[in-house]
């Protein structure tokens, strides 16, 4: 019987510095067998070892459509993701996953899809837009919101061109405040979406960010006439085993680790999680 | 169909005596000064088969409260992690409360599902159990109101009845029937009968009630200020969880080299405290709802039973005396009988 806190090796292949405080790693799996049987949907998580230090989950940053290596994410925070901003190309961590149940993507197919981000926020959705960008016509109408606080925060910059080219596909940048040189909008992310107005026909919002981003998003979202079913975000918690049973990241008798991390609006209205 | 075997303690104590060649023998061990503990015993005429309570549950035989899961090693230039073996060393723990068999049929249920955890279905497959009915149960006994009893065996390879002028067994398993193949002998009509009157007379002996609320009732009260109240005491020490039978919430944590998976505790602050800073339970209020919930409400939703066995652990041994029982057969605004 396989030992399931067992993690795989993986080798950083690069790492690319995104914010001052943003990393993206990406990885290879020693493993040739494991690269190949490594199938992930986006929106799935993995549980991340620096040895010696411990453990944290971390969401995929890359789409399961670009093969050979997975990417993750990592701002500088707490224990691991500190001694993660150490690491070396060519240095070994472990990754257990993919852990629990990704965007609904068959169910987002042939809609207008919305994707609000922001700051680190933004590492989920990614995974799901190079995703739709990749299967570009399965999807109709791609808007994407992005925010930061400031434009230093911004992550994934190198991929603005290729998503601004990719067709029927809208980019709308943000920063909290005014800045120089800064020529795209400026106002916090919920402000944004009031002034663009996107239709909510045929669509889909799908939302991440920071607490106090998805708090004041979600009315919005609502009031353009959204309805909590087709909302869809994905939580943070601390999920340490990822399998459902260590018992940190219960919300109701649900475990965010093995039943989200995604959840509709109307879902978390259920069980009375306040956003 | 269970078979009975009637024999006295010098029988058993011989019995044992022949099984630690084969078995590691694991029972409850009156301490003194200390009190009753289980332990691997190593002469078996230290098995303590009295009414006392065991301090400790069984479940660390099972889920260690600190399991080796791996090493991560450097050799020849490479990384590798190495497995730990798992121990195959067959075991027999006797003298197990009802309850505790219990607690792991629940445990059961979160180790030996979808995500199977190998340490713990080891630990649970190369073990033999050997229960104990209770002949007094203590003040803070309620399994009966947690659908167990005195007298329950689910779980159990045998259950040991002590009457008075011996012992029936209760054989419940081939395993089972194996072990005592050799000892002692069937009933006769006498003590047949003494069995059902015992029996009868063991399955009404807790006095401790109460009225668990159906999951969505206990559901409408999440915001309550009770759970404030009720948790105001609490000193957030833990024990009512590491002593519980049912309690398994854990941390994987790195020593050095190793990774060990130790047991941990929802009344803890760091339990769920986030990198960022954020806490999604801040306050005693929270952490003791979710103890509460867990055991009540959320594992009922999820497995169909209660996450409590009704062993008056926590009670017992809770520094200020917090009531898990009291509290929740007082939940305000549910229906009662």
């Known amino acids: 019987m396989q030992n399931i806190y067992q993690p795989y090796l993986a080798g950083i292949i690069d790492i690319r510095q995104e914010t001052p405080d943003i990393k993206t790693f990406k990885l290879k799996f020693r493993d040739k067998e494991i690269e190949g049987s490594f199938n992930y949907r986006p929106g799935q998580f993995v549980e991340f070892s620096v040895f010696g230090e411990g453990e944290a989950p971390f969401c995929i940053a890359s789409s399961p459509t670009r093969k050979g290596s997975i990417e993750c994410s990592v701002k500088r925070m707490g224990k691991v993701s500190q001694a993660l901003h150490e690491l070396d190309v060519g240095d070994t961590v472990g990754i257990r996953g993919p852990y629990g149940n990704g965007f609904p993507v068959e169910d987002l197919k042939a809609k207008n899809l919305l994707f609000v981000a922001g700051g680190i926020g933004l590492a989920p959705l990614r995974s799901l837009i190079n995703y739709c960008l990749d299967n570009r016509d399965d999807f109709k109408a791609v808007t994407i919101v992005n925010g930061a606080r400031t434009s230093r925060d911004l992550v994934y910059k190198s991929e603005y061109r290729e998503w601004e080219k990719a067709g029927d596909t809208k980019l709308h940048l943000t920063v909290d405040c005014r800045e120089e040189d800064w020529t795209c909008m400026v106002g916090v992310v919920p402000r944004i979406l009031e002034q663009l107005k996107p239709a909510c026909r045929d669509s889909s919002a799908i939302v991440c960010g920071p607490p106090v981003m998805i708090r004041y998003t979600m009315p919005v979202l609502l009031k353009l006439g959204f309805c909590a079913p087709s909302i869809i975000t994905t939580l943070e918690m601390k999920m340490k085993c990822g399998l459902g049973k260590c018992g940190r990241c219960s919300i109701g008798n649900l475990y965010v680790c093995k039943d989200g991390p995604v959840f509709s609006l109307e879902q978390l209205r259920a069980f009375q999680y306040e956003c | ?337």
């Open chain 2, 1 to 337: 169909m269970p078979s009975e075997k009637f024999f006295v303690k010098e029988d058993l104590y011989n019995k044992l005596e022949e099984l630690s060649k084969e078995f590691e023998i694991i029972g409850p061990r009156e301490l003194p000064n200390k009190g009753i503990f289980y332990q691997s015993l190593k002469n078996t005429r230290d098995l303590y088969l009295g009414e006392g309570f065991a301090i400790e549950p069984i479940k660390r035989f099972f889920l260690k409260p600190s399991e080796w899961i791996f090493d991560e090693r450097f050799r020849e230039n490479k990384n590798i992690l190495e497995g730990i073996p798992l121990p195959a060393d067959k075991r027999i723990i006797i003298s197990v409360r009802p309850c505790e068999t219990r607690g792991l049929t629940l445990l059961d249920k979160v180790f030996d599902s979808d995500y199977k955890d190998n340490f713990y279905i080891n630990n649970r497959k190369r073990t033999i159990i050997i229960g104990l009915a209770c002949n007094k149960p203590a003040k803070n006994c309620f399994c009966t109101s947690m659908g167990g009893s005195p007298i329950e065996s689910r779980g159990m390879d045998v259950l040991i009845f002590d009457m008075d002028r011996g012992l029936i067994a209760e054989i419940l398993t081939d395993r089972g029937r194996e072990l005592f193949a050799s000892i002692g002998e069937g009933l006769n009509e006498g003590q047949r009968r003494l069995l059902k009157e015992d029996k009868e007379k063991k399955k009404d002996l807790v006095e401790k009630k109460l009225s668990p609320p159906e999951g969505k009732e206990l559901d409408k009260i999440f915001e309550s200020d009770y759970w404030e109240d009720v948790s105001r005491p609490c000193i957030g020490c833990g024990i009512c969880t590491y002593l519980c039978p049912t309690c398994h919430c854990f941390d994987l944590v790195d020593e050095r080299r190793k990774r060990l998976r130790c047991y941990d505790s929802c009344s803890f602050p760091d339990f769920t405290l986030e990198a960022s800073g954020v806490n999604p339970r801040p306050t005693k209020k929270e952490r003791y709802r979710q103890r509460v919930f867990h055991k009540f409400d959320y594992f009922k939703k999820n497995f169909g039973e209660n996450l409590c066995v009704g062993c008056g652990r926590c009670i017992r041994h809770c520094p200020v005396k917090i009531d898990i029982a009291d509290i929740v057969d007082k939940v305000p605004g549910l229906k009662k009988e």
